[in-house]
Structures are given as C-alpha cells and as structure tokens.
C-alpha cells in the first residue's frame, strides 16, 4: 500500500493519530513508574563528546577550534530504515536537493560549499566519485552506521588533503564500540510498500577480541518524483532495492599493540528518470535504471603506550555504476576505486601533542564512456594540538603531490581562549583546495588537462557557552574561494552552441552565521539550529553578485524530546527559505520556502524487544528542492529489534 498525497484525510489522520498515540501512551506508562526509577538509572545526555576527526587524534569537542558535530547511535536510531544522507540534510550549515527517492542523485552543500568540495570518509578511508565528485550518501544505510562526524570548513584540508574546502563527514561502520555480546533482528515496514529485515551479531571476550556482523535488505516501491511538465513520459514510480553489509573486528594482540578491520558494502538498484539521446535520437527507456556497488574496508595495525600511538592504516573504497537509460547500448559504466596507506604517529609532549603523517593514495577509474587515466598522490602532514591553562590552539600543515599536476600545500592555525571554564571564543584560518575530477579534466569534448585546482581562504570565529545543561555556539565565517571549474560555452558567430570545455573562470564570496543550542531538563531534551548564509558569484562577469545554486540565506530546526530508559521521542520543524536551482536567479528557477513538522521515537517493550517509528512530513507538506521533481508526502517507517544477550 503506498500513501501518496492523494490519501484520504480519514487514513492520514489515522497513520498521525496512531504513531502519537503509541508513543503517548507510552510516554505515560513510564511516567507512571518514574517513582521507582532512580536518577543514576536515567540515560545521560553527554554535550561533551570526543571526536577523531576534527583533529586526527581523540580530542573532546570543547578544546575543538573548528565547528564540529556528532550525531551518535542514539541519534541514528530515529533513523532507522533511512539514508546517511537522510540525516546529514537535516544537520546545521547543510542544504540540499533531490531529483528523485531513495537511492537517486542528491546533492549536499555545507556552508555553501558543493559536495565535490566535502571530503567523506569512512573509517577514515576516502569515500568519493573520481569521475565526477562528491559521494553517494544515499546509497549508506543508517543502520550499519555507528556514529557520524561533520567538521564543518577548510581545516580539513591540512589534515586530510582535496576536497576539503566546505568540511569533512567521516562514517564510522557499527560495532566500533562493542560493550557486551548480543545478536539481534530488525523487520520494519514503511511507505510505498517498503520493507527492510536485517540481523547483527556482536561479540567480546576477555582476550581483547571484538567481532561485529551486520546485514540487512530493503526495498520499496518509492513514488512518482517527476513532475509531469518535466518528463511526461517517466510518470511511474521509482522502486530501489539494496543488500547491505558491515563487518567490524578488533584484537588486542598484547598491552600495546592492537590489529583492527572493518567494511562496509551497499549494492543497489534504483529505478530513475531517463532524457532521449539528442545524439543518437535514442528514446529513453520507460523503465530506465542504475546499478551500483559502493563501500569501503579498511585494516590497521596500532602500537601504544603511555605518551604515544603509532598506527599503520590500509584502505580501500568503491564507486561503481552502470546506468541503463536507452536501448542503443550497455549502459554507461563508471568504475572508482581509491587504495591509500597511512602512517600516522601522535606523540605527546610537555605541553601538548604532536602529530606526524604520511600517505599514498592511488585513485583509479574504469569507463566505457571515456579514457581515464589513475592518479597517484603522496602526502606528508604535521600538527600540534595543545590544550593548556585556559588556551586550546591547533596548528597543521599539508603536503601533497599530484601525478597529474603540481602540488598543493595547505595549511590552518586557530585558537581558543576560555574567559570562563564555561565560556569560551576563539578563531580560526584555513587554506584549502580541489583537486579537478577526471570529468574536469579528461570527460569527452569537454575535459581540459591544464586546469589548475580550485582553491579558498577560509575564516572562522567562535563564541562558545557549554554547562552540564546545555551547549549553545554562535560561529560566523567568510571564504574567499577562487579558480573554480565551470563549464565555458563556446558559439559560432551564428549564435549556434560549438562546444566547449571546463575552465578555472569562477569566484565565489561565501559568508554566514550559524547558532545551534542543545539542552537538557531531568528528561527533557530540547533544541535547535539557525544558518544565515550569503553565498554569492563573485567572478567579476554577468552573474556577478547572484546568489550560488541551492544555498538558501535562511534554514533553521527546531525540536523538543522527551527520554526514559525505555522511551525516546522527539518531535522536530524544519524550515528552508526559499533559493535558486541556477546561478542565472531568475524566477522560472525560484524554489518557495517549505516546512516540515517530522516526529520519531523508540520504545522498548521488554529488555529484548524495541520499537522504533517515524512520520515525516506530518502535515502533508507540497514542496520541491529541484524545479520539475517531486518531493514525498507524508511518509512513515516503523521496525521492532528483538535483542538477545
């Protein structure tokens, strides 16, 4: 049964009515015996928390110079059934769009950065398209996820290299942190027949060994994300169906020496919307589709002690697709793979830390639609990292080297002053850069092997107040970004289109503020985010001082929940200003204002049998984030885990 926008108001309050009430009825139970709970036994909301990230080395978010953000296994679990990209466009500083359901084309811009200019890793191994950029977020499930970091603009790029410009998200495969052996079983249902069963097992001994497998399916029937003025004839629904694995492992081979893997693999179909070949006069297919394969696996090898860790790291990452749209071929095939190795030593100092880094990263693609050449990239990174007194400072900076242009060396220095050990300011510069794409630089009648990279100049300043009850931080920045890589049409002196290439034509100005709050009552937990942002052309040309594509000046989230040791609800609002899908800004491409009023919860029943459920859009919202597509109505998941210890 799929619910569209079109069902009646009678069910749709029913599916409302239910969720709330379940969780309501819930919420008074555990009410009702809160007498018999003791305080201690209350789930602790940790403001907190420690990320690797940001830094490279565990550091506590309070002596991070850089906006950080972690959305942990608590979080994710409101997720259940949805993507990473999912989750990370509801996140402060992120806007997106979408020209379809899951598993379509998406793209994420964070602080007004595309997601070609955002590093993702997983497990601290490069996630990403060689051929065109960015990663496919909405191919990684949540539920083989354990946390997610996003370190918010340029300093990433002097700790991990390209593409860094706007901020690095790393993934992190489930059972990183394993506190006792269990298997369990998910079965869930949601909108447009959607389903998804998966189990997990975990286990721990006391010789050191950590073992976690994870495995699930879904699928779906997904909805009409054509507009009819768009595409008449792909009016259909577009189904998506993927298998999912991860596996985790750890052992401690003596007092300081511990060997560690883990992977993670997605493989997908996902019915799309095709175009006609204006080159071939081929008709699209009515029933067009996309195969993909994506994941990455990694192993280490890590010597500590006392005032020191050393850890040899080897991954390795895919991204592959084959696109069937018409009948006149195969289908396009695009083959990413990415192998790099690290050494990475933090050595701890009188006053401070040192880290020390060095890494080869070979980058490879295999398509039928273009020759490609691999790209091999040797590295070697330096940082100090000190918190002392009331002063937190971080300092970093990267070499890299390019077999198929120049190198590249970036750097960042920031500090923070605590004028109280709750209050704290601080500033932040980055420099950083992106490397050109193999569709940059090699794609056919359009690729250009001269380009240079894009590079930014990037500047952060903090006002930061963090108590047992609440962290609330005010961050502006301003980045300068230049050389970015656009297409550059060329005409006969008819008028007539006679080709082009990519060219370093572009500049941007991109300023802004964000303010998130998170607090905690006793059991009550409330919030919220506001980004204001100007992201803006600055290249001197015609489209001089426009506004950039899909980079609202106004989003904000606000939200209130209510958590026991057996209830977790929470009840949010979103709100994206209105934007423009091109650079041109003209009113053809105008996308309107929405919001959106979403509720999620868990409930445990018994120490073994959990609930977990989700209504997006409650109010059956009409919106669109890309002129011609889409968007879903009011849409739910609900699953039950049963857990064995």
Known sequence: MALSRSSSTTYLRFCILSALGVFAMSATAATSDSSAID??????????????????????????????????????????GQSTFDVLKRQPGISHYTNGGSGTTSNFY??????????????????SSMSAGGATLSLLPVDQIDRIEILYGASGSSIYGSDAMGGVIQVFTKGANIVRSNVSVTAGAGSHNEYLYGASAQFLNEKGTTLSLSANRKE???FNATL???????????????????????????????????????????????????????????NAFAEQNNGAASAYLEHFDDSSSTKLTYGYSIDESTTYETDVNNGSKYDNNQQQISLVRTQTLPIGKAIIGAEHLNQEL????????????????????????????????????YSDFDSETTYNLGAA??????????????????????????????????????????????????????????????????????????????????????????????????????????SYLFGGSYDYQQAKDDSGKSNDGKFLAIRPEHKG???IGYRLPSLDIRTEY??????????DNTDKQRVDSYGLLNISGNYQFTDNLTMTARLNNITNKQYITLPGYNTDGTNFFTSLTYNWF
């Open 39 to 80: 305080d201690s036994k209350l789930p602790q909301i940790e403001l907190d928390k420690i990320v690797v990230t940001a830094t490279r080395t565990p550091t506590k978010t309070s002596n991070v110079i850089a906006q950080t953000r972690v959305i942990d296994k608590e979080e994710l679990q409101r997720y259940q």
């Open 110 to 127: 964070t602080r007004g950065y595309n997601s070609n200019q955002i590093l993702v890793l997983i497990d601290g191994v490069r996630y």
């Open 220 to 222: 779906t029937d997904g």
């Open 228 to 286: 009819p003025i768009s595409l008449p004839t792909q009016t259909d629904d577009d189904g998506f169906k993927s298998e999912n694995y991860s596996i985790s492992f750890g052992q401690k081979i003596s007092d300081s020496l511990k060997f560690g893997l883990s992977g993670l693999y997605s493989k997908s179909t996902t019915d799309i919307d095709a175009y006609d070949d204006y080159l071939t006069n081929a008709p699209a297919l009515k």
């Open 366 to 401: 295999k398509s039928n639609v273009y020759d490609a050449n691999d790209r091999k990239v040797k590295s070697g990174f330096l940082g100090y990292l000190v918190s002392h007194n009331d002063i937190d400072a971080q300092a970093n900076v990267r070499y890299d080297d």
């Open 417 to 522: 002053y605590h004028l109280t050990p709750e209050f704290r300011v601080g500033a932040n510069y980055a420099k950083g850069f992106r490397a050109p794409t193999f569709n940059d630089l090699y794609y056919p009648n359009s690729g250009n092997p001269d380009l240079k990279p894009e590079t930014s100049d990037n500047y952060e300043a903090f006002i930061e107040y963090k108590t047992e009850l609440q962290s609330t931080r005010l961050t502006g920045y301003h980045n300068k970004v230049d050389d970015l890589i656009s297409f550059v049409s060329i005409f006969d002196i008819d008028g007539n289109y006679a080709g082009g290439s990519s060219e370093n034509v572009d500049k941007a100005k991109i300023k802004g503020l964000t303010l998130t709050s998170d607090w905690v009552f006793d």
């Open 557 to 559: 989230l606000v939200y």
């Open 574 to 583: 979103q709100y994206v200003d209105n934007y423009y899908s091109s650079i």
